[in-house]
């Protein structure tokens, strides 16, 4: 414990406040066990930084068990912490009203006391909004600043994140008494009758393709409903942050094998009950407070066993960095179409950044169809001669070239050696990425300004409504 000691403090103008290590120790594994949610951390910490400054020392521990944690989760809590030792001693259990107040005040600002960003070995994510910034009404209240107050019987708490076709917000189970992550379809007021429904069909083969998968490194699904005549997806809430943050402070070769290795196997159980992902980016991968990987939003899935026509061959579907050749020439695509955006996920993990780059659409196709990646170990000399050699067969351009299956890459990233796992041919671009680069050129330079956005640090997804 003495490494985090610094770490643990909580801000300077929270004078006589120091979260002791039995503390410490204990929210951390609260947290890593899933017993309290991390925002009910958050409000305990700034409940006692506001109540130091008052000269008052809170007893964490107790707060924790008695005001911060649901019910149902006590009885475990109380043997996490029996399990660790005596609880600290000495404290209030019951703050001053004028301190209830304070940190009512700062949860409303969006405050976030430094310990929290310090409490995991692996950080909790903090949204770009800020945690908290946007408080979530009461139940049954109206919605405010945009947050609704419920979805179906489920209260919300806050936004998580948006995407392409959704939002996705942090709400509870009133049944389970437990956090869940609510994805709502968005953009249905916009559109027409016909592509209104082809977008509500999608998101509803969303859920059913997501709900036929049982993986532990696949979000599972646990509903479908809709709310006031919108649809939505009620899914596991795994706490963590997204691999895009993890990947631009950098890991070792030997995590980010390990990790696109286990998002590999996932997929691999996908690809098996016929689903394709197309949509694998850093952005949709969490890594949880124990440093696993799950994989999520399956928002452009193809369906093999339900597909019926909503998405179709042609049609530009995926976010830039991370698509292949193929699936950016609008073709049929397979399971190499996903194994081609592993490598490229394990590419960003190594080098900091996405194999190819461009200010706009076109110049991307360009970069995708005419040149090579920089070799890897021209960016990071720490990454091995093998697993450099997978990532190139990963971003082949002709998938013939690819590894068959991602139940294939997973045996070639669990190999100690390139012994198995020769270089990847470097063939030309395929005819069909040539055709539509030429198309686009053609074209001018509208459809370039029409994904430029996409292409932006990180990226929405670029994709159409049918």
Known sequence: MSKHRADLNLSDDAPGFELRPAEGAALREALRAGLVPEDQVRALLLLCQEAARGGQRLDVLALLAERFTAPAQRPALAALLARLGPSVAGGERVPAPESVERARAALARGEIPRTLTRLHDVAIPLPATGLGSRPAPDAGSDSRDGL?????????????????????????????????????????????????????????????????????????????????????????????????????????????????????????????????????????????????????????????????????????LGTAFYMSPEQAAGSEVDARTDVYSLGAVLYFLLARRPPYDGENWLTFLQSLQSKEPAPLRSLNPDVPVALQRVVERCLAKDREQRFPSAAALAAALASPSGASVPAAPRPAGSPPLARIVAGVAAAGVALSLAFAVALRGGAEDAQPDD
């Open 148 to 316: 609704p107050a419920r979805i179906g019987s489920y209260p919300v708490r806050r936004e998580l994140g948006r995407g392409g076709m959704g939002v996705v917000y942090l709400a509870d189970d009133p049944g389970l008494e437990r956090p869940v992550a609510i994805k709502v379809c968005t953009g249905l007021s916009s559109l027409d009758p016909e592509r209104r429904a082809r977008r509500d069909a999608r998101f509803r083969r969303e859920a059913q393709a997501v709900a036929r998968l049982r993986h532990p490194g696949i979000v599972s699904v646990h509903a479908f409903g809709q709310h006031e005549g919108v649809p939505y997806i009620v899914m596991d809430y795994v706490p963590g942050e997204t691999l895009q943050a993890v990947g631009k402070r950098g890991v070792s070769p030997e995590r980010a094998a390990a990790w696109v290795r286990d998002l590999a196997d996932a997929l691999e159980h996908a690809h098996t009950a016929g689903v394709l992902h197309r949509d694998v980016k850093p952005e949709n991968v969490v890594v949880d407070l124990q440093g696993r990987v799950h994989l999520m939003d399956f928002g452009l899935a193809h369906d093999a066993l339900r597909d019926t026509g909503l998405t179709n061959t042609g049609q530009l």
